[in-house]
């Protein structure tokens, strides 16, 4: 039997050792953990609109992607009104820290991508899936209508179920060309429907046994794009 | 468990005799973790709808239990009885969290996919289980060897179940396309003659169809194995 003298003793120094090993592992692959997560969050949004890049977004190395990104993309932020703000950068707004803010006090980030034949507008959107956050990025054709693609990302949706938002070709493929405004001119933003699309300017078909999955989705492409409409009208102007 | 007696008469231990080779080669039928110990059951349903996760967190859960094994077993002399269970699970945290950062260092995108089961190798009963049957009274060779057996043995399972799920359940294999309704599939079901009537088993997706895979292979394992038939 040891003493407790010992016990404590032996407790506080393998805790140290760990702690100190772990803390340095850590701040050791920090600088690398920062330049993958950056990496990945670049391919995504090219991603959106892979179909008009010059290469491929999935195999393509992580120079070429840096590289692809920072010579096509134009970074612009908007506030909650719509409006500009000058000087910031769209990589620099962080849409986890945004959403703590209140809602007057937000920013967006677009990504203009000068693509070969026309310009298209790569925004961001939250939203709450099945059991995390979601979220996605839509890229919009110059007349701020058209959908031309779409990529989605999530904390930790179902594998094979909701994680299909991210993982299916198909789901992704189905949102090119739908349209935000109905012909009347209103806004009816993007659905996702289960059995069958009625409607296929406006409806998607949902993934099965994704029901909670497919409506964080709706819901957050009908709040989320709404928020870029009014930069969007005065662009038109 | 008959081999958590402890040796007392010293004996000439190779580094690769009959009973090393039988740690390294038990878990893997005889005594699997999954089938036969029936433990580490709910992470072989979480990770397995596709292989390539189900590969990787093998391997993970394989590098924790063979170190976290080595690990107790250096220390097993040392360590105080009242407080074991908390040094055990201090090495294994330690370890999953190195594991954790490295993989998120080396290949970020499985560490997305992955990110919340790596942290669960922590509660694998599997590890656990190990370190107080096995590690507490062996030596560290043999404790690492047991280890790295029972992960191959943990392993193998959760790539057949992964298998079988992505198979019939997407219809590829390690993102490898086989079969489908879709013109880049190997089979096309909309226009091979043979395979016109195949779909999708949407339940092999689901969770609950780990189940029934792990049952069939039970079942099987039991039917040819004749020394599993009078255990549990």
């Not at chain 2, 005799?17 to 072989?44: F, H, M, W, Y």
């Not at chain 2, 924790?64 to 077993?73: D, G, K, P, Q, W």
């Not at chain 2, 499985?110 to 590690?135: D, F, H, P």
Request: proline share 3%; aromatic share 8%; glycine share 6%.
């Amino acid at each position: 039997m040891h003493t407790n003298r010992y016990t404590l003793i032996y407790i506080v120094v393998l805790s140290f050792i760990v702690a100190v090993v772990l803390a340095f592992t850590f701040s050791g692959l920090k600088p690398i953990h920062d330049a993958n997560e950056a990496v990945f969050k670049k391919r995504d949004i090219l991603s959106s609109v892979k179909d008009q890049l010059p290469i491929d977004i999935v195999k393509a190395s992580t120079e070429e992607v840096l590289e692809h990104f920072d010579a096509s993309i134009e970074q612009v932020v908007i506030d909650a009104n719509g409006k500009v703000v000058e000087g910031a950068k769209a990589d620099d707004i962080d849409m986890k820290q945004e959403e703590k803010k209140p809602l007057e006090e937000r920013q967006y980030p677009i990504y203009i991508y000068e693509g070969a034949e026309a310009k298209y507008y790569l925004i961001a959107i939250r939203g709450n899936g099945l059991w995390d956050k979601i979220w996605g990025t839509i890229a919009m054709k110059d007349d701020f209508n058209t959908i031309a693609g779409v990529s989605f990302d999530h904390v930790t949706e179902t594998a094979g179920l909701g994680a299909e938002i991210k993982d299916s070709e198909a789901f992704k493929k189905a949102f090119q060309g739908k349209k935000l405004y109905n012909d009347n001119g209103e806004y009816v933003s993007v659905a996702i429907v289960k059995g069958g699309v009625k409607k296929p300017s406006h409806q998607v078909d949902a993934i099965a046994g994704a029901t909670i999955t497919s409506k964080g989705v709706t819901e957050m492409m009908n709040r989320g794009l709404a928020i870029y409409l009014p930069y969007f009208d005065s662009l038109k102007k | 468990m008959a081999e958590t007696a402890t040796q007392t008469v010293p004996e000439k231990e190779p580094l690769f005799g009959k009973k090393e080779r039988k740690l390294l080669i038990d878990p893997l039928n005889d005594n699997n973790p999954i089938t036969v110990q029936v433990l580490g059951i709910c992470s072989a349903l979480a990770v397995t709808s596709m292989v390539k996760p189900a590969v990787i967190m093998a391997l993970s859960a394989t590098f924790v239990m063979a170190f976290s094994n080595l690990t107790i077993s250096l220390l097993r002399k040392g360590i105080p009885k009242q407080v074991r269970m908390i040094v055990q699970l201090v090495v294994i945290a330690f370890l999953v969290t190195i594991v954790e950062l490295v993989l998120k260092a080396a290949n970020y995108p499985i560490w997305k996919q992955l990110s919340v089961y790596i942290g669960l190798i922590i509660t694998n009963c599997i590890v656990m289980g190990r370190l107080e049957a096995y590690a507490m009274a062996n030596k560290p060779w043999r404790s690492f060897l047991d280890g790295i057996g029972n992960g191959l043995g943990y392993g193998i399972l959760l790539v057949m179940v992964a298998v079988a799920r992505e198979l019939f359940g997407k219809g590829s294999l390690m993102g490898f396309k086989i079969i489908g309704n879709t013109p880049d599939c190997l089979i096309d079901t909309t226009t091979n003659a043979w395979f016109g009537w195949y779909m999708q088993n949407n339940i092999m997706v689901l969770p609950a169809a780990a189940l029934f895979v792990i049952c069939v292979i039970i079942w099987v394992q039991r039917a040819r194995n004749s020394k599993l038939v009078d255990i549990s």
